[in-house]
């Protein structure tokens, strides 16, 4: 991947590079929360998603109240950009938006306090230009794409690869193999997440759309990941992050 991190560096970046390491890998995402000190770092971080609807700013609270690493909102139509802004200041930890389509990519210019944007599939390219001390740049790719497109990864303007199927696509549904959905997370996708994080060769977040289960936080850990994301709500980020905070690191 272009070494965009060393142009747009963000609290996402700076905390990727510091990542405790397994068995020698190099290391990851490492967000901290307040209680956290410099010592004790996460395995893997956990950013957990919300809607950016009309109580963002309760939405807000509500997750940050299970400690994550770092908020999402997810752009929507009536997205408020300043009370979006508001959730921002009141957070307290890195926040980033997630944009699905061109309707959403219009409001982030009026959106302050990013450290990141993350660009669905269907988002505009145009979001991956712009100042190289802008927010970082995700970009959302399906365990399911093309592998004739993936050596193009390395050539995106991007910062981080987040591996995941869009909203409303099921882990089953979509050809992930045996093992999806409820059930946790399969071979079949996690050798897909590997190709992906190899071609891109750079930070991986990995999305609860695979049909991740907090049981799968060790093998995720085991084979380099560096976080997950998660949409599921308060209770799945709890569940996450005790998961996560039991790692087996040695």
Same mark, same amino acid.
């Given at each position: +991947? ?29 967000? =901290? ?10 395995? +893997? ?14 939405? +807000?609270?509500? #997750? ?17 950009? *300043?009370?979006? =802004?508001? !959730? #921002? ?41 712009? *100042? ?36 409303? =696509?099921?882990?089953?549904?979509? $050809? ?12 079949? =996708? ?16 990995? %999305?609860? %759309? ?13 084979? %380099?990941?560096? $976080? ?7 209770? !799945? ?14």
């Amino acid at each position: +991947m272009q070494k965009t991190g060393d142009e747009r560096e963000g609290a996402l970046l700076r905390l990727l590079r510091d990542r405790p390491a397994r068995g020698g890998r190099a290391g990851g995402f490492g967000f =901290t929360t307040g209680a956290e000190t410099a010592e004790k770092k996460r395995a +893997m971080g956990v950013v957990a998603r919300v809607a950016a609807g009309p109580d963002v700013v309760e939405a +807000m609270r509500e #997750i940050a109240s299970t400690s994550p690493d770092g908020i999402e909102f997810a752009l929507e139509p009536g997205t408020d950009p *300043a009370e979006v =802004t508001k !959730a #921002i200041a009141a957070a307290g930890i890195p926040c980033g938006v997630y944009v699905e389509g061109a309707g959403d990519a219009v409001l982030v210019d009026q959106i302050e306090g990013l450290d990141w944007v993350h660009l669905a599939a269907a988002a505009p390219a145009s979001l991956l230009a712009g *100042a190289k001390d802008g927010p970082t740049r995700l970009v959302e790719v399906s365990p399911d794409a093309p592998v004739g497109r993936l050596p193009g990864l390395a050539g995106l303007k991007a910062d981080v690869v987040v591996v995941d199927r869009p909203a409303g =696509t099921s882990a089953a549904g979509a $050809g992930a193999g045996a093992g999806a959905g409820a059930s946790g997370l399969s071979l079949d =996708t996690l050798l897909a997440l590997l190709t992906i994080g190899g071609a891109a060769k750079g930070p991986t977040l990995v %999305g609860e %759309g695979l049909g991740l289960t907090p049981a799968d936080a060790q093998v995720l850990h085991d084979h %380099g990941v560096e $976080g997950v994301l998660l949409a599921g709500g308060p209770a !799945a980020a709890r569940a996450f992050i005790a998961a996560i905070d039991g790692l087996d690191t040695k």
